[in-house]
């Protein structure tokens, strides 16, 4: 229930699937980074979203 797939009003067309890939892709970052307990990391992220996208275009290289 971390990120309220109950509440989420996508159900038609591509919507679920949609979520579900970005669900996941949290999911798997948290879990790269060394987070053990998602739910710790998501609620830090949604508090400090800057830090959260600083992070993630940081960490790839710029084109020049």
């Keep these: 229930m971390t990120f ?11 919507g679920p699937a949609v979520i579900a890939t970005l669900r996941n892709t ?12 998602i739910a710790r990391p998501t609620r830090q992220a949604n508090r400090q979203s800057h830090n ?3 992070a993630v275009t940081s960490s790839y290289p710029t084109i020049q």
């Excluded at 309220?4 to 591509?14: G, I, K, S, V, W």
């Excluded at 949290?26 to 307990?37: P, Q």
């Design 26 to 37: 949290a999911i798997g970052w948290h879990r790269a980074n060394g987070a053990t307990n």
């Design 52 to 54: 959260l996208i600083i």
């Design 4 to 14: 309220r797939e109950d509440l989420h009003q996508a159900r038609a067309n591509n």
